[in-house]
């Protein structure tokens, strides 16, 4: 349970990175809105929730306004071959990289503090929010 709560929360973070980095709100992202610079960044957010989490296509997906896992299936290829065709984009998901490593930098570095002072159990759903609790 603990183990999907923090595949649960880096995901989350991993979106939330990818939306202060374009500028797009999270409800926007997660939305079944198909404009083309929503559309970019919710499968950026999605390839890097695979290459960088635990977290199965279909818990990313429920992550991500309730895809279908096919839908990350897809997302995930159509960045991969976006990297290899294109230069600049190869280049905006270097720089998004980096942007969602410093986060999840940040998240562990929490994750690793709470564990030695005590909070290290992650409850919360992406709706209600997360929350720690001490451990007894």
């Given amino acids: 349970m603990i183990e999907k709560d923090v595949c649960q929360l880096r995901a989350a ?12 709100e999270y409800h926007v992202l997660v939305s079944k809105t198909r404009a083309m610079e929503v ?37 995930c290829r159509y960045v991969k071959d976006q990297i290899e065709v294109s230069r600049s984009f190869r280049k905006d998901i270097s720089e998004i990289r980096s942007f969602v490593n410093g986060r999840m930098e940040k998240m562990e570095a929490r994750e690793h503090q709470n564990k030695e002072t005590g909070y290290g159990k992650f409850i919360g759903s992406p709706i209600i929010g997360f929350m720690t609790l001490r451990a007894a």
Avoid: M
Wanted: hydrophobic share 35%.
């Fill in 39 to 75: 559309v970019k960044h919710r499968k950026i957010a999605q390839y890097f929730c695979r290459s960088l989490t635990a977290c199965s296509l279909n818990r990313i997906g429920s992550l991500t306004g309730g895809r279908h896992h096919a839908t990350i299936l897809h997302a």
């Fill in 13 to 24: 973070t991993i979106i939330q990175a990818v939306c202060d980095y374009s500028g797009i």
